[in-house]
T-cell receptor
Framework: AQTVTQSQPEMSVQEAETVTLSCTYD???????LFWYKQPPSRQMILVIR??????QNATENRFSVNFQKAAKSFSLKISDSQLGDAAMYFC??????????FGKGTKLSVKP | GAVVSQHPSRVICKSGTSVKIECRSL??????MFWYRQFPKKSLMLMAT?????????EQGVEKDKFLINHASLTLSTLTVTSAHPEDSSFYIC????????????FGDGTRLSIL
């Protein structure tokens, strides 16, 4: 069975600084997707970034980028120039052949002004 | 972009009643929808996979008779919590894949269910 592990329950960053959230996963599948989702207090699930496993190039979306290490099964999220609005729960998620998402336990990110 | 509407957003009801939650894809056809449950300060856990025109596939430990899922059309899946009790209080959220099964899936805004 696939698993997703986020080892940082909470992280804090100063506004305008950079922070990296860690995620590791385990799978025997060769074709899969990895995602980072943001969940603010409203509990909406907001897609931050996604990575297809077959792509070697790391995905980027404006201030958000990932470090995808397929052999190490690692998928970290870097947030640059952190903003107050980035404060939220961040979930790392895996999707394989079944299509459903398997989530990590989440990291609560605080942004200090 | 693809929109999934989930209704109601908030439900408060007495113990013993049944509650129906709707998940509707507004601008695309969804052959597969997923139902997740999230306890406070916890992660999302898959409850079941709903496929249009067939029986839902439930995850281990999820009671089929307690959580009835119907996916009668390509745009609508419903989750009915039958004879709800306080321990069923939770945040329920659906997501949908389009007919091609392309990721990412699209989430509804969730339903906060409180059973008194």
């Amino acid at each position: 069975a696939q698993t997703v592990t986020q080892s940082q329950p909470e992280m804090s960053v100063q506004e305008a600084e950079t922070v990296t959230l860690s995620c590791t996963y385990d799978t025997s599948e060769s074709d899969y997707y990895l995602f980072w989702y943001k969940q603010p207090p409203s509990r909406q699930m907001i897609l931050v970034i996604r990575q297809e496993a077959y792509k070697q190039q790391n995905a980027t979306e404006n201030r958000f980028s990932v470090n995808f290490q397929k052999a190490a099964k690692s998928f970290s999220l870097k947030i640059s120039d952190s903003q107050l609005g980035d404060a939220a729960m961040y979930f790392c998620a895996y999707s394989g052949g079944q299509g459903n998402l398997i989530f990590g336990k989440g990291t609560k990110l605080s942004v200090k002004p | 972009g693809a929109v999934v509407s989930q209704h109601p957003s908030r439900v408060i009801c007495k113990s013993g009643t049944s509650v129906k939650i709707e998940c509707r894809s507004l601008d695309f056809q969804a052959t597969t929808m997923f139902w997740y449950r999230q306890f406070p300060k916890k992660s999302l856990m898959l409850m079941a996979t709903s496929n249009e025109g067939s029986k839902a596939t439930y995850e281990q430990g999820v009671e089929k008779d307690k959580f009835l899922i119907n996916h009668a059309s390509l745009t609508l899946s419903t989750l009915t919590v039958t004879s709800a009790h306080p321990e069923d209080s939770s945040f329920y959220i659906c997501s949908a894949l389009d007919r091609d099964g392309d990721q990412p899936q699209h989430f509804g805004d969730g339903t906060r269910l409180s059973i008194l």
